[in-house]
């Protein structure tokens, strides 16, 4: 699916808010592939009655602390990181130095491949590694169940 733009900016260490609601309960980072999985979430939690924001860091290093920090506090300090590769060096990993430093209470689930990766069909590949819209889904049920 096309998110931006062919005209949108992007600016280092700058991230994008996608979806967001006044409502949402849970921060949903992803980039890339994942981006479209936390995409898709939001549209199957939404016919549910369930927002969520969703946020496209763009980079990494450096990572827009201060956007991770505003939108995880309105979102009652719940997070979800999707990433398609090992969680160690990732935005999970990222995600979670920068709460680690919130002046609030934090709940953070880090979806990440976690087996040696294969080849197959995608829709296949990203649920088996858990990273899949319905695996994003279930992440941010557990964080307001």
Do not use: W
Request: charged residues 30%.
């Amino acid at each position: 699916p096309v998110i931006y733009a062919n005209d949108e900016t992007f600016e280092i260490g700058k991230a994008k808010i996608v979806k967001e609601s006044a409502e949402d309960k849970v921060l949903v980072i992803g980039a890339g592939i994942t981006l479209d999985s936390a995409m898709k979430a939001h549209s199957s939690l939404q016919g549910k009655g369930t927002n969520i924001r969703v946020m496209d860091p763009f980079t990494i290093k450096p990572l827009d602390k201060e956007a991770v920090l505003k939108h995880a506090k309105e979102c009652g300090g719940r997070v979800v990181t999707v990433e398609d590769h090992y969680p160690e060096g990732g935005i999970g990993e990222a995600v979670a130095a920068v709460l680690s430093d919130a002046d609030f209470i934090t709940k953070h689930k880090m979806l990440a491949v976690r087996e040696i990766p294969r080849s197959g069909p995608p829709a296949v590949l990203l649920d088996m590694f858990g990273i899949s819209a319905n695996k994003v889904e279930d992440a941010v049920m557990d964080l307001i169940e």
